[in-house]
């Protein structure tokens, strides 16, 4: 298939890109147009997949940049934690995935064959902060009431608009995503060397992860098993709490992990955002269990081993 990625230049974009290509489907990145960018430099640092510039706002610049697309995965979206959460700063994240997957959808409903399957991000956020022994799946209703539960359920109803034209969607609720050279990881790592690491808030917090490698071989998963529809989660089978994550990549390191990160310090920096990291929710991936697809990473120690071996 011939697959358009918005978010193609961040951090799961870059890793998912040469995973379609394995995978032989056509990737088509939609760049957001900007002074001095060009795609053929894009398409030289990623050989095999192609480039389009695009305004994500702009409907007819989306339609152009889908043209020939069979297939679209929607990964874009402004990092929640990029800024002390302030009302127009919650405005730009609302707007950078509700604003920007309403009109992707509508510019796929446009289009003279509308493509066969949108695979939209959402977030483990949508669940809510829970209890550490309370375990989430897809069928779980009863939903958060917090921002970020917002948020995601109003991103997940945009993108679930794209069925009317008889788009299959898929939701993929994104747990913390473990990585090199970004992710939870790369924020992580500086302090940790430096021998100032440690657990965040009480540590007792559910963090719901997933290898980075994993999520860009389950993207490619759903795209093609067409039983695949609806929410996802895109967490590993065995979450941990932050206490656990943070000793074992200190332990991954070879460094110390005991100077934990105050919550009243995460809130005097990010206000109501603080609550991303103090918080958590156990979430398991029971669709892709049931649909067979296979982890390779499936517990922390594996997924550490792997990127820092």
């Not at 977030?123 to 550490?132: C, K, L, M, N, T």
């Not at 100077?259 to 156990?282: H, I, N, S």
């Amino acid at each position: 298939m011939r697959v358009a990625v918005t978010g193609a230049t961040g951090f799961l974009g870059r890793v998912l890109l040469p995973h379609l290509l394995t995978a032989g489907h056509e990737p088509v990145a939609l760049l957001r147009a900007s002074p001095g960018r060009e795609p053929a430099a894009f398409e030289a640092a990623i050989p095999g997949a192609a480039a389009r510039l695009y305004d994500p706002l702009e409907e007819r610049s989306v339609c152009a940049a889908l043209a020939g697309c069979d297939a679209v995965v929607n990964l874009a979206g402004e990092n929640v934690l990029g800024s002390r959460w302030s009302t127009a700063f919650l405005e730009r994240i609302r707007r950078s995935r509700i604003a920007t997957t309403r009109t992707l959808v509508t510019a796929m409903a446009s289009l003279p064959q509308a493509p066969a399957v949108l695979l939209s991000a959402s977030a483990i956020g949508i669940y809510g902060p829970r209890e550490a022994e309370e375990a989430c799946t897809e069928a779980t209703t009863n939903l958060g009431h917090d921002f970020l539960a917002v948020l995601c359920r109003d991103w997940e109803a945009a993108a679930h608009a794209a069925e009317s034209a008889g788009t299959r969607v898929v939701c993929l609720r994104i747990g913390v995503v473990l990585g090199r050279g970004g992710g939870a990881l790369a924020k992580m790592e500086r302090p940790f060397r430096w021998g100032v690491g440690g657990r965040i808030g009480s540590g007792h917090q559910v963090m719901s992860w997933i290898h980075v490698g994993d999520l860009a071989r389950l993207i490619v998963f759903c795209l093609a098993d067409g039983g695949v529809r609806g929410p996802v989660n895109a967490t590993a089978p065995a979450p941990v709490t932050n206490r656990e994550l943070t000793r074992a990549f200190a332990a991954a390191l070879g460094r110390p992990a005991f100077l934990p990160v105050p919550a009243l310090a995460l809130k005097a920096l990010f206000g109501r955002g603080a609550a991303v990291l103090t918080t958590g929710q156990r979430v398991l991936p029971a669709v892709l269990q049931e649909r067979g697809f296979a982890f390779e990473h499936e517990t922390l120690a594996a997924a550490l081993a792997d990127l820092y071996p």
